[in-house]
Structure formats: C-alpha cells, structure tokens
C-alpha cells in the first residue's frame, strides 16, 4: 500500500488531546486524530475507549513540512501547550513501519477495536479482532485487567492494548 499523505506528530498535555485537535480544525487542518483503543472495564463491566498514546495527536495530511510547521507556527498562542515532534531534516518523526502499523490496526474512526483469545499451553492465540495474527508481538498478558503489552514500538513506547482471553485450553502431552 502507497502512502501519499504525509504524518506529523504533535505532543501536548494528556487529556488535552481533544482540546488540540479542535483547535487545529478551527485553523483549516484536516486530518487530525488521536488514536484511541476499545478497553473493558470491570467496574461496570463495559468496553470503554481512551488514548492509545495519551499526549499525542497525529495529523495525516497532504500538506508538505514547510507549510505545515508554518501554520502550526501560527496557532502556538492558543490556551493549549503542543509541540511538533520530527527527525531530524524536517521528517516526520514515525517511521514507516510505525505508520504502517497504525495504518492496519485501526478502523476509520482511528480506534483499535478490541481483541479476543484462547491461552493454549501458556501462549496467547489471538482468534479475533484486528490483532489476529500479531500473536507473536505479544509480550505480556494482563488477565485481570484484560490488557496485552505487545512488542510493537510507538515513539519508543510500548503498545498496551485491549484483550479479552475467552479461555484457557491446556495440551495434555
């Protein structure tokens, strides 16, 4: 798959991801999301949603690095901290791999909906959702809390996902 648009990445506050996307669509930027995950949670034993990156909000856009570091210029006196996040050489700071990644595990509405498994002989088999088949970036799972840590890499964090493990089969051999 060709990517023709280009990623930037902008960091503000935790819990200020909100504020800043719709500052940027207020100033004719297109393409803003934070990316969100489906969790369940056992205090009322719903599936919730939240930051899958708290502090991050990416834009996808045609815009070329030059025009879009100049307009995020313009708006940096609005109520809400933010910075832009890049390489070196004007690059986006995600790299291609990361880009693919999130290009593939979440939906259209920019959430990575939640996975289900069984653990067979102490390993995980994811059997749906839009983790099936990354069973072997798995690293660790939370039961309890219904969470996977997986070896999948975002701005040098660990991704922590949503996870629900159906049951547990164990081979008798």
Avoid: C
């Avoid at 102490?122 to 983790?131: K, Q």
């Amino acid at each position: 798959m060709q990517n023709d648009k280009n990623w930037y990445v902008l960091r503000t506050e935790a819990k200020k991801e909100d504020i800043l996307m719709k500052v940027l669509e207020k100033n004719n930027i297109s393409g803003v999301f934070s990316p969100k995950f489906e969790y369940y949670r056992r205090d009322d034993g719903q599936i919730h949603i939240k930051p899958l990156f708290p502090g991050y909000v990416l834009i996808k856009t045609e815009m070329d690095a030059s025009l879009f570091t100049k307009k995020i210029k313009d708006i940096q006196f609005y109520s809400v901290y933010f910075q832009e996040l890049k390489y070196e050489g004007n690059l986006s700071s995600l790299t291609a791999e990361e880009i693919t990644m999130l290009d593939r595990l979440l939906d259209k509405d920019h959430i990575l909906r939640m996975s289900y498994g069984t653990i067979i002989n102490h390993r995980l088999m994811i059997t749906h959702g839009p983790l099936k088949g990354y069973d072997p970036y798995v690293i660790k799972v939370d039961r309890h809390n219904r969470l996977v840590t997986l070896n999948l890499y975002f701005l040098n964090q660990r991704w922590v996902v949503g996870m629900t493990v159906l049951d547990k089969m164990q081979n008798d051999k």
